[in-house]
């Protein structure tokens, strides 16, 4: 009797697809066999059969290494508490991923947030976001960014949004005093810049919420969108740093 070994990958698609792609047809070979007694010892042995009459077994048999190890660092292979160190299961995220392979667009886009946020998108931006209301979670991060240069320049509550952001980052020009936050030692040109950075983010993303009904379909774009308004609540702790080296 002959044995056909069939790879858990097709070797073609190990040598053309980066890491990423090949552990996603990894996760689903995986997945399909529904089985809590992974080893990746057994997986290359396997493979090593398969992969046997290849030129370039060696490094086939990497590139899964590879993959495996892309799966294992996302937590989507975790550890089986019934079984010895040895031994994986999918995890919970990995079986949701391989039901849904279009789900990797939203699994990437967590990862784009998975490091600390600062604190005021912590909480309230970071749950709504990862429960997939894009729109809310948008607005609320733009939204943690106005308050902040509100209660850092101490702008009335008449201006809000793009002329908010106008007054407290107004340029220093020829003598004549400008916003709060504007950094008076940069050039004029490097204020201005700053000025049109956080109107900017006013208008395209905050602004068009609060007036009309945006489809967030992207999930990574919403997430660059809050990793903006991260980037930008940082520079108003830096804005509040030089305001306070001012005043002592």
Known sequence: MTFTYVPPVPAEQIRQLPTRDVALLLLQHLADSNSRHLQFGGLVNSARQAFQ??????ALLDGLADAWTWLESRALLSRDHTQSDAF?????????????????VQFEARERLSGPLHPHLEGTVRTTFNLGDYELACFGAMKAVEVAVRDASGVDNSLVGVKLMRAAFQPHQNGKAGGVLADAGAESGE?????????????????????????????IEAAEIIQFADLLLRQVERAKRRQSGKSQ
């Open 53 to 58: 009459s290849e030129p370039d077994e060696d």
């Open 88 to 104: 994986r299961r999918v995890s919970r995220e990995g079986k949701k991923l391989a039901e849904d392979p279009a789900g990797i």
């Open 191 to 219: 204020q201005e810049a700053a000025s049109a950075l956080f109107a900017g983010a006013m208008g395209a993303y905050k602004n068009p919420s609060s007036h009309r009904t945006i489809d967030f379909d992207d999930p």
